[in-house]
């Protein structure tokens, strides 16, 4: 059907939404039931202890929600079969429920899969709380951590509130992710129908699903080779250029490809057939510009005159050697003026330098372009907001805005505003009095410019996030804040400080962001606002004290091979973490950014912040000056581009390549010129490749534990997987 032929408040929804979403809904399916709950204990637990345990170990294995989202669908069915439908009274109480009220519904597995997300992960704080302890001996109660752990993550919950108002209601905030979830709830919902699409689309997603987790056993484990194929390197193997040149593993990918799921989607944390076309080739053009043509200068030019780790993220001496950070703290943790000027100033590779300055760009980028390019829309929304503060008769925001799914979602209660400021009150007063108590290596008044200057970056990160999956990674700008912050004052120079200063800000932004993206789904699915809220904080209350709990039985039981005394035999319990925000501590709060930046070679990376400033505008007034080019200026995101320079950490090159030919296929040719095909399979594919990835790697994880190692062979070779014997670094 055209779309002119569509109803309005149909042809008012982006073609990707009414393509992928039900508009039908039943408001009386149930949500919150006894198999709800049940479900949630099988599935957070495993979810939290996994997580938190691989905060500490090298490698680690995602806990794959998307399968939590299969899993569920299919146990809730079978509980719906054999659960008796007694109803239970609570004791001195009206309150009753059934232990089986009819038919698994698809609103309790988002609900599952919801709080699942939630719950299955680890508050910021567990960092700081193990930084106490390892290297300063420093105990922190476990009612004080437990409910600081809990307090950042619902005071992020709860300053999602700023942003909710302007990108959940509108349809054209997409948010791709949530898409993809809804995508797979959709085709589960579809399983116990007899269409023949129906039946196609379920034996796709399982085929992919199940080739998944067969196929990373190979690139993961028995065939590594494949997840980098450096073909410059199988031509020369021995020529250092030529291998410099090709490998994804210490060069600069130049031609290499992978055939590993995992690389491709993790790099830029998006998923190539979710996230925009637009996006994708930004980010490519981003690792080319990187990888293809800054580093080459940077070794074989003069872009940079330290030569020494040009690929690394590691600090270094004069000389090229290792810089020994921690050397520079004293035996009362403040700054060792006598270390420092027997090694001399702290260097930093060229890439690294580089990677700092587009980070800063991107934080101050995203606000530029927001007020630029999302000014029209913003203003609709305050538009709107204002009709509805004039109004007396009770509207929600789905009451002003005119598509179908708005109109069905009217039905529901919605979550009242109240409720975010009781629980950002409860949130604010716990950080509050822990920090007032002296506990968390912080002065109280930088919680205030945390809250302050999270608050405002809400809204800009999560509109770009809403429109193209892109996440932009806040940490470093936060603990160069802090550094500033705290050289301005006397005492609080701890360096477990910037660790909690980030813990806090990084997760108000990070959970504010997740809410929005599980109450999207919460709106494409057509589940009561209210039941999405509780689901989010159930799932918390479950996960953090589980969380706490696998911290204090690591930090008791592997404190030795954290620290360096014992070393693992299975080579996994590192605390490479850990070891980067002890890194991180002390060069922002001991050495401090004032010396840091005094640097020659430091100085030019805050410049970035001018860049990111003014960057948006010129290609503002180049959008303004040339409306109608073929050109598109305003696809150009420099906060997307800034975050892709800022996003190759250390050697690891390869992927990107392979990462642009499935967008290609995906989002550009299917989605342009296949789009039947694409709608039906192209989510389900994603998200059955993501699933089984997870699996594998949870397999692996496992494996590895056992201390087990794939033999060595021609495609796993010992000196080298990718067969670059010459790679000088």
Not at 22 to 33: F, G, N, Q, V, Y
Not at 332 to 351: H, K, M, S
Not at 663 to 670: A, C, K, L, R, T
Not at 699 to 715: E, M, R, T, V
Request: proline share 5%.
């Amino acid at each position: 059907m055209d779309d002119d032929d569509l109803p309005e408040d149909i042809r008012d929804l982006p073609k990707i939404v009414r393509n992928t979403v039900s508009l039908e809904d039943d408001p009386s399916a149930p949500c919150i039931t006894f198999r709800y709950f049940l479900l949630c204990f099988i599935f957070i637990p495993p979810g939290a202890i996994l997580y938190q345990m691989a905060q500490y170990r090298t490698t680690a294995a995602a806990y794959p929600i998307l399968f939590v989202q299969i899993a569920s669908y299919y146990i809730g069915h079978w509980l719906a079969q054999v659960l008796p439908k007694w109803i239970v009274r609570v004791p001195f109480t009206s309150f009753s429920f059934s232990l089986n009220p009819g038919p698994f519904h698809i609103k309790e597995n988002v609900l599952v899969a919801v709080t699942a997300s939630s719950g299955a992960t680890s508050s910021a704080a567990w960092a700081p709380i193990s930084l106490a302890k390892i290297y300063y001996d420093t105990d922190i109660p476990a009612p004080v951590a437990i409910f600081f752990m809990w307090a950042i993550v619902f005071i992020g919950y709860a300053m999602a509130a700023l942003a909710r108002q302007f990108l959940m209601y509108d349809p054209i905030y997409t948010w791709p992710y949530s898409l993809m979830q809804t995508a797979l709830f959709e085709s589960l919902r579809k399983t116990n129908r007899e269409s023949s699409i129906a039946r196609k689309q379920k034996l796709v997603f399982f085929g992919v699903f199940f080739f998944a987790i067969a196929w990373h056993f190979l690139p993961e484990y028995i065939f590594p080779m494949l997840s980098s194929l450096a073909f410059l390197c199988w031509v020369a193997p021995h020529n250092s250029i030529a291998n410099f040149l090709g490998s994804g593993i210490g060069g600069v990918g130049f031609l290499n490809l992978s055939l590993d799921w995992g690389t491709m989607s993790s790099l830029f944390s998006t998923n190539p057939m979710i996230a925009p076309w637009w996006t994708t080739v930004i980010l490519t053009v981003a690792y080319v510009f990187s990888c293809w043509v800054l580093i080459p200068a940077a070794k074989w030019g003069n872009l940079a005159s330290y030569k020494h780790g040009l690929m690394s993220n590691r600090l270094f001496m004069e000389n090229g050697t290792r810089y020994p950070i921690t050397s520079l703290l004293t035996k009362d943790l403040t700054f060792n003026e006598t270390a420092y000027r027997e090694y001399g100033p702290i260097f930093a590779g060229p890439q690294f330098l580089w990677l700092l300055f587009f980070d800063y760009s991107s934080y101050i980028s995203a606000v530029t372009w927001m007020a630029l390019f999302g000014y029209p829309q913003v203003r609709e929304t305050i538009r709107i907001l204002r009709n509805r503060s004039q109004q007396r008769n009770n509207l929600t925001a789905n009451d002003f805005y005119t598509d179908r799914l708005n109109i069905i979602m009217r039905s529901y209660k919605e979550v009242p505003l109240w409720w975010y400021a009781v629980l950002f009150t409860g949130s604010f007063v716990t950080i509050l009095t822990i920090l007032v108590k002296g506990y968390f290596f912080i002065p109280v008044w930088t919680f205030f410019v945390a809250i302050f200057t999270s608050g405002i970056m809400i809204l800009p990160f999560s509109w770009l996030y809403s429109i193209s999956s892109f996440q932009v990674a806040i940490g470093s700008f936060n603990e160069l804040m802090y550094g500033y912050m705290v050289h301005g004052v006397q005492g609080h120079r701890h360096p477990a400080g910037s660790t909690t200063y980030g813990a806090i800000a990084g997760d108000i932004w990070y959970r504010a962001q997740y809410m929005l993206q599980d109450q999207k789904i919460g709106h494409y699915m057509h589940v009561a606002p209210r039941a999405i809220f509780f689901s989010q904080m159930f799932g918390e209350v479950i996960g953090v004290p589980l969380n706490y709990g696998i911290i204090r039985w690591v930090l008791q039981e592997k404190r030795d091979y954290l620290l360096g005394i014992k070393k693992d035999p299975n080579g996994q319990w590192t605390g490479q973490q850990l070891a980067t925000y002890l890194t991180m501590g002390t060069m922002y709060v001991t050495v401090g950014p004032q010396r840091l930046f005094s640097q020659h070679t430091w100085s030019p990376v805050l410049w970035g912040f001018l860049y990111g400033a003014l960057a948006p505008v010129l290609i503002f007034a180049l959008h303004k000056a040339f409306p109608g080019s073929k050109l598109k200026f305003h696809l150009w995101n420099v906060t997307i581009f800034g975050g892709g320079m800022a996003s190759f950490y250390g050697n690891i090159s390869t992927g990107s390549i392979s990462r642009f030919i499935v967008g290609y296929i995906s989002m550009y040719y299917f989605y342009r010129k296949r789009f039947q095909t694409w709608r039906r399979y192209n989510y389900l594919i994603a998200a059955a490749l993501d699933a089984g990835f997870d699996i594998t790697m949870l397999l692996l994880f496992c494996i590895a534990a056992g201390g087990a190692k794939a033999p060595y062979w021609w495609g796993n070779n010992e000196d080298n997987v990718e067969r670059c014997f010459a790679m000088d670094g």
